[in-house]
């Protein structure tokens, strides 16, 4: 069976937006990126990812850092401390609809530049962003964190993640938009006269779930971990990739066969996949990949064990196709992670 922690990835683009923002603000970064586990070399190799626990722990590393858990994108800072706040500001909101308007009006109150508005129709709930006249067009990493801090918390309060219809966005088209996409919804342009973000409204009304029991494990990994907990589940692609992470890596179905668990057409299926920029090849190699570096977590497991598990019979393809996808040899990464988590063994 594929790993119970397959969490999937992160592109390396993301973690240079949230390194950039930290060397602006005269931030050392290289103990940060060695605190968070994260390899030197990885950051040499555009193609490379993270896993979320990675990039989990370079969020909390950099915001404690600057003591700002908006990484300077604002005039005023949101002092650490403040997401735990907003969170226990919301926990005692009777429903999601509460929940999200308590978590807009604390970023409100801590944020100067950047703000958002809630609107609701029957068709769908709007949050609008909107910047202070004069101040400079938000960056889609500043709307991007705005949004995660409030939207990975209401879905964390009803226990499920809040569908995405449409998002839609003032600044240019970013280097990483197929992230973008991943973390909020394939129907999402960018350049448009307006920023918004709609949520389908059905979670208004459902109930507050959590309670200060479950709090304290909550905080340990937010808000980093959101950025893949929450990510778009809707898409076809999301499909398939849900239906190869229950069947072992070796027996992974041929594209007929896919289709048919789906109960689509072969040539519907390839279409649809199509448009979201996906093909079912890059599907099951963006999995391997997200598996093998979440295996090359756990030193324990060689190389040839971790190539047996995403399913490639020779120990060489597997480090032939590791390349390809990340820019790295699994072993490269294999001993500078081995140095990072385990350094007294190297005495």
């Keep these: 069976m ?3 922690n397959d969490k999937g990835t992160i592109s ?24 968070a586990g994260i390899a030197p070399q990885m950051l040499a190799a555009p193609k490379s990812r993270v896993s979320s626990a990675q990039y989990g722990a370079l969020w909390v590393a950099i915001a404690n850092a600057l003591d700002d858990e908006f990484f300077g994108q604002d005039p005023h800072p949101m002092r650490r401390g403040s997401f735990i706040a907003m969170t226990q500001a919301a926990l005692t909101a009777r429903t999601g609809g509460q929940a999200l308007a308590r978590a807009l009006s604390f970023m409100r109150l801590v944020l100067d530049d950047l703000s ?3 609107s609701t129709d029957p068709g769908r709930v709007r949050i609008a962003f909107n910047h202070r006249d004069g101040t400079p067009q938000p960056t889609m990493f500043a709307y991007a964190t705005y949004f995660i801090l409030v939207y990975g918390l209401v879905c964390w309060l009803v226990g499920r993640r809040i569908p995405l219809l449409a ?22 342009q960018f350049g448009e006269d307006a920023s918004y973000v709609d949520l389908a409204p059905a979670f208004l009304e459902l109930p507050v779930v959590q309670t200060a029991q479950s709090l304290k494990p909550f905080l340990r990994d937010a808000p980093g971990n959101f950025v893949v907990k929450y990510r778009n589940p809707g898409s076809l692609a999301a499909r398939v990739r849900k239906v190869l992470r229950a069947l072992p ?31 079912y090849q890059s599907i099951k190699d963006d999995l391997r990949r997200d598996i093998a570096i979440a295996e090359l977590q756990d030193t324990r497991r060689s190389i040839a064990q971790i190539a047996t598990r995403v399913g490639f019979a020779e120990p060489s393809a597997f480090h032939r196709a590791f390349r390809k996808w990340t820019g790295m040899r ?18």
Aim: with cysteine.
């Design 167 to 188: 998002a839609r966005f003032r600044c240019a088209e970013p280097p990483a938009a197929q992230e973008y996409r991943l973390m909020f919804c394939e129907d999402m």
């Design 330 to 347: 699994p072993t490269d990464y294999r001993l500078e992670r081995a140095d990072l988590t385990h350094p007294a063994e190297s005495d």
């Design 2 to 4: 594929t790993p119970k």
């Design 12 to 35: 390396l683009s993301l973690v240079e937006e949230t390194l950039a923002l930290a060397r602006a603000r005269g931030l050392d970064v290289k103990p940060l990126v060695e605190a």
């Design 249 to 279: 890596a070796a027996g992974w179905p041929a594209a007929d066969q896919m289709a048919l668990r789906l109960h689509v057409a072969e040539a519907t299926m390839r279409r649809h996949l199509k448009q979201e920029g996906y093909t």
């Design 116 to 118: 958002a508005q809630l």
